[in-house]
């Protein structure tokens, strides 16, 4: 079955602090795993992705890391700022398909 | 501003009354994608072309729904006889053969 579960639903943290947003899926055969992220009113813009064959991936302030026996990922915002407040949705891709989430709001008190 | 536009942003009609949504890729783009979002949700695949050539449709992509994109260029969304439940963000995306994916602002659709 073609399905990603994000949680948590919402996400509350303090300026400085880390966001730790956790998917899952199902279907052993997704091999992108993207990260978007997107503000009111907009649409999603692409954040980090990485591919099953990598355990971690780094792009300044974030993180992806992928546990592939467990079949789960997760992002990692280090200090992170008001700015990155936003809704942040896992993604996975078989093919030309991508598979969201349901989304994590993302609010960092300044 | 990822370069993909959309047309209209907003848009509000009556059940029963006929919308097309209208989005423009990214020129050297061959691939293009809708999806429907509703609120609190992700994105939802409907379908999407290649070049000229629409290769994937949804379950979720009742006889109400078509599009097209005619020239490989731009491509339009058009919902028949719409209903309530169509109410939702129709979002728009492009990409060259299957890299990154770049989603346009999107056309939100309330169905009165």
């Known amino acids: 079955q073609q399905q990603v579960k994000q949680s948590p639903q919402s996400l509350i943290v303090q300026k400085g602090g880390i966001s730790i947003i956790n998917c899952a899926y199902e279907n052993t055969a997704f091999d992108y795993f993207p990260w978007y992220q997107q503000f009111p009113g907009k649409g999603p813009a692409l954040l980090i992705a990485?591919?099953?064959?990598?355990s971690e991936k780094k792009e300044g302030r974030f993180t992806i890391s992928f546990n592939k026996s467990a079949k789960q990922f997760s992002l990692h915002i280090m200090d992170s700022q008001p700015g990155d407040s936003a809704t942040y949705f896992c993604a996975a891709s078989l093919g030309d398909k991508i598979i969201f989430g349901k989304g994590t709001r993302l609010h960092i008190l300044p | 501003d990822t370069g993909v536009s959309q047309d209209p942003r907003h848009k509000i009609t009556k059940r029963g009354q006929n919308v097309t949504f209208r989005c423009d890729p990214i020129s050297e783009h061959n691939r293009l994608y809708w999806y429907r979002q509703t609120l609190g949700q992700g994105p939802e695949f409907l379908t999407y072309f290649q070049n000229e050539a629409q290769l994937e449709k949804s379950r979720l992509l009742s006889d109400r729904f078509s599009a097209e994109r005619p020239k490989g260029s731009f491509s339009t969304l058009e919902i028949q006889r719409t209903e309530q439940g169509d109410s939702a963000m129709y979002l728009c995306?492009?990409?060259?053969?299957?890299?990154?994916?770049?989603f346009g602002p999107g056309t939100r659709l309330l169905v009165l």
């Open positions: 995306a492009s990409s060259r053969l299957q890299e990154t994916q770049y």
């Open positions: 990485i591919r099953p064959d990598v």
